[in-house]
């Protein structure tokens, strides 16, 4: 194969791809099947099928058991917003969102005390093992589950006091900052980390999407004087949802 020259199953997707996009092949529409795409294209059935592999994995085509493969229809992607904590109105990035968009989101959660995983104990500054809080959240928007969460918050902070609960108790369901300013720790800062991965199936599961889909995770942690109060991993559905920041020049 020739320097920068495609591999025959690459070629073949790409030409299906181009078609998916410009309406050629539209939703619902059925997929070539593996002998016609052979034909058409000149190539084995081994390429064949690994084109077919490609765009299955892409999300662009989903497979019916007994029916045979079929491009699926494509969301239009929404915003997430995502800006700094503003006093005096919603605490949390999902409830300013909802608000700002007259919307009207719903979410479960549980909290249970767990070991802190090393890599979360890193964040939070802590010995990998020590007790943290760990709170789970399912986001939706319209019934639609739109985004997961998990938190984890150092018990040696907030154990035995009133916010040691994110969601429940006289601040419950406050946000970090307010729930945090109840126990003389004051948040002035915080940073997010945004990566892509492809989803863990009981993500994908939850979420709605086609095994391996990407997913957006937002690594966000809160500090207070330089502590780490709480750390928490936002998974969103890459195909459905942009994350858009609103960052104010000062």
Do not use: C
């Not at 957006?216 to 994350?243: F, H, N």
């Amino acid at each position: 194969m020739a320097f920068g020259e495609q591999p025959a199953y690459l070629r073949v997707a790409g030409d299906l791809r181009q078609k998916i996009v410009d309406g050629s092949l539209p939703p619902h529409a059925r997929l070539p099947s593996q002998a016609r795409i052979r034909e058409e294209y000149g190539v084995s059935d081994t390429v064949a099928l690994e084109a077919r592999k490609v765009l299955m994995a892409e999300g662009l085509v989903e497979g019916r058991s007994g029916s045979g493969t079929y491009v699926r229809e494509q969301p239009v992607p929404r915003r997430v917003a995502r800006s700094g904590y503003r006093t005096g109105g919603p605490s949390t990035p999902f409830r300013q969102e909802q608000a700002e968009a007259g919307a009207r989101g719903t979410w479960e959660s549980g909290s249970e005390q767990a070991a802190a995983p090393a890599a979360i104990a890193q964040r939070l500054g802590i010995e990998a093992g020590e007790r943290v809080m760990r709170t789970q959240y399912v986001f939706r928007d319209a019934g639609e589950v739109m985004m997961l969460s998990t938190s984890w918050e150092p018990l040696a902070l907030t154990g035995r006091t009133p916010v040691m609960l994110p969601e429940e108790g006289p601040l419950g369901g406050s946000g970090v900052v307010d729930r945090m300013a109840a126990i003389d720790l004051v948040v002035d800062n915080v940073v997010e980390e945004v990566g892509a991965r492809p989803g863990l199936a009981e993500e994908i599961a939850l979420l709605g999407g086609v095994p391996g889909h990407v997913v957006l995770v937002i690594g966000r942690t809160y500090y207070a004087s330089g502590r780490a109060v709480e750390t928490a991993d936002v998974v969103v559905p890459a195909d459905r949802y942009r994350l858009a920041y609103h960052l104010p020049v000062r």
